[in-house]
């Protein structure tokens, strides 16, 4: 359970983010958050992953607040979660199957391990043929495979994801998307920032509404 209580947050000098922002995502549900631009997705976003603090209110995931776990310590909530960026965050100098065992080796795996878990990652998303090449040299719909890929490689609860369809072509946009389905079909709860309204009335999945940082409702489709 993921549970938000009166998030509110400022950058310094601006107008408010988000302003009250409270609602509940259950285990193994896939939820779409979506607005226009500027309407605080990536910043809500951010702060489920602790990559940002709130000015105030509280977080809650599998009855732990998370605002109150120490930076030393949240390598321990990040290994329950995984993140695809917006612009990927990918080693380009590293090959494919390294961007996507760092997190194994960060949490400490080493030798078989790694390598059946990458493995299995990469073949989820069609990408096991091309492990040892660059990313510079994959299409940018393959680069979106590889950060998913690197997502999935720890078997995490929850996948959290910033609009990651948001440069793809509308073919490209429905593969990746039918993948995170595939992958929440596994258990795995999805939360998914995007502004594309065709792929949200395809998927119907819950969706979230956000308006100048406040959420306006949450539905079901």
């Not at 612009?87 to 080493?110: C, Q, Y």
């Not at 096991?128 to 994959?138: A, F, N």
Request: charged fraction near 25%.
């Amino acid at each position: 359970m993921i549970e938000l209580y009166h998030i509110w947050k400022k950058y310094q000098g601006n107008d408010w983010a988000l302003s009250d922002v409270s609602f509940f995502i259950n285990p193994g549900e896939f939820t779409f958050i979506t607005g226009p631009s500027g309407s605080g997705k990536s910043t809500l976003l951010k702060i489920l992953y602790r990559e940002l603090l709130p000015t105030e209110g509280q977080l809650v995931i599998d009855q732990r607040n998370i605002l109150k776990i120490p930076d030393n310590k949240l390598y321990e909530l990040r290994r329950s979660m995984g993140i695809v960026f917006q612009d990927f965050r990918l080693l380009f100098h590293k090959s494919v199957f390294e961007n996507v065992a760092v997190a194994l080796r960060i949490l400490g795996m080493t030798g078989k391990d790694i390598r059946t878990r990458v493995f299995n990652a990469l073949r989820m998303v069609s990408l096991q043929k091309k492990m040892w090449e660059l990313p510079s040299r994959l299409s940018y719909g393959e680069q979106q495979r590889v950060a998913i890929a690197r997502a999935i490689v720890n078997n995490p609860k929850i996948i959290l994801a910033d609009e990651p369809t948001g440069n793809l072509d509308i073919k490209l946009a429905f593969e990746i998307m039918s993948l995170f389905q595939e992958i929440n079909e596994k258990g795995t709860t999805v939360i998914i920032c995007t502004h594309d309204r065709e792929l949200i009335r395809y998927f119907g999945h819950s969706i979230l509404f956000l308006f100048k940082g406040r959420v306006l409702r949450k539905e079901q489709l």
